[in-house]
């Protein structure tokens, strides 16, 4: 008969509630504010924040994302290195010798006699390996000779030459679009590429992780607000009575009933307010807040408001295929494979250069003079070379290229992998988001009929046709749709991070400066 009787008070509002089920919603009055921290909180010393403030103190502060920053730097670094090869590249040299040896035959000197001979010598050269993977060597050399040979030209002689070389591949190290000449460019470029989409990758999921840990944060504040709200519908409904069982209208043993819901709900302050603790460690640590700073209780200042996000699966699927940093990624090693597969093809090509070599050469019993000769190339000389070398069996680099040709299919099976894997990803995302939303609805049905119940329960109660145990059940009923409620308006706010994350627009909708730099 009683529930009847409830039933019939609160049907009108069930109906109200199913009548204008599209109207917008409404959140209650708690979560328009952000309720304060627990008592004995240092509120001097709090930091406030809001979720733009947390998500940049997590991007510029967090361990995981320094270390790829790191990464991503020693990578563009490794451009730099690459460029390396071709660099003009500067020699220098000199010797001196002397030596006393005896004449080797009649024509140097009488038998019996030492010569005295001293050489000097120095030297200045370049080369230079260009794009094309040509060879450029220029050579400057000098000589400085003084002996007592009678078959010495003179016995001081000074001797100058100049010669430049010039060397092209012809097939291995050799391709027209110049990729293979430039092979450790492109793969540095490459893997400074990829670093970049992985610290990319890397801050949507802090950017997730983040948000996530700053609603858990405030959902456990919210929950010991609602703990303590509870605590005091228990404190007037023991007061209440209290005071029955003074008047004589309730038994003294009628007390024991609220007490023992008003201990309950002292017991589900002290446990929330242990569970901020806990959100508040994995928010710093997300943070990585200076350890000095670890004492400071942070009170989130974002309201929890409602914004519905409405999207077909396969819109979202289509922007995740352009925005997904992870796509990107292996789009770039499936150019890595290609690049390493027409390697190793190079590799087994014979070793065919071809080269062009010119000199010029002075000699004079002065040092200005033989310059001068040299100067003048009278002296002068030229040659063409081809140098050839091939390993006839192969082994090795066909070898090498069959393993280029499987990886390459490896990391087109691994496209397909991950094709899959965002196709899910955005479909339980946009499933998630649309069960969120309908799911905050339903818990504010169910809230305002347990608030309706509750009312109706207490004015039996005055009116003494209910008991203590009736009306701690209805104020149980109402806490828990309460945080039924606040948990359904949480999860649909990080459902619409994840929904954003599958479709790679998370870093654009939160303003997420990366602050890279391309090379």
Known sequence: MRFLVVLAAVAPVLLSGLAHADEPYVPPAFLTVTP???????????????????LRLAVLQNLDISLERHALAIASLGIDAAHGSFEPTVTASYSHAGARTPPSVNLEGDPGTLLETTNDSWALGASQRFSTGTRLDVDFGNGRAK????????????????????????????????????LEILRAELGSARERSRLVVAIAELVERTESAYWQL??????????????????????????????GTLAPSDLIGAESTLAGRQLAMLQEEEAIERAT?????????????????????????????????EA?????????????????????????????????????????????????SGYPAALGQLGTVEARGWSVMANFSWTPLQRATEAAAAIARIRTTVVAGQKDQLVQKVWLEVREAVRNGDSAE???KAAATFRVLAEKSLEIEQRKFMNGTSQNIQVAQR????????????????????????LLKATGQLLDQRHIELGLRHP
């Open 218 to 247: 405030l959902g456990a504040i919210y929950r010991y607000d609602l703990a303590k709200r509870s605590l005091g519908l228990a404190e007037d409904q023991k007061a209440l009575t209290q005071r029955q069982v003074d008047n």
């Open 36 to 54: 304060p921290l627990p008592a004995g909180a240092d509120l001097a010393s709090v930091l406030r924040l809001d979720l733009a403030e947390a």
């Open 281 to 313: 460690d994995a928010l710093r640590g997300i943070l990585n807040l200076p350890r000095a700073q670890w004492r400071r209780p942070i009170l989130p200042t974002e309201i929890p408001t409602f914004a519905p996000v409405h999207q077909e699966v």
């Open 316 to 364: 979202a699927f289509a922007q995740a295929m352009k925005a997904r940093p992870e796509l990107a990624d292996l789009a770039l090693a499936v150019n890595e494979a290609a690049l390493a597969e027409r390697s190793t093809d190079n590799a087994t090509l014979p070793q065919l250069d071809l080269g062009v070599e010119a000199t010029a050469t002075g000699q004079d």
């Open 438 to 440: 309908r799911q905050v």
């Open 147 to 182: 002996t007592t040979a009678n078959s010495a030209i003179e016995p001081l002689n000074y001797r100058s030459f100049l010669s430049l070389r010039v060397t092209q591949p012809i097939l291995r190290g050799f391709s027209p679009d110049l990729a293979i000449p430039r």
């Open 475 to 498: 104020q149980e009923e109402v806490a828990n749709a309460r945080l039924a409620e606040l948990t359904a308006l949480l999860a649909q706010k990080r459902s619409t991070a994840s």
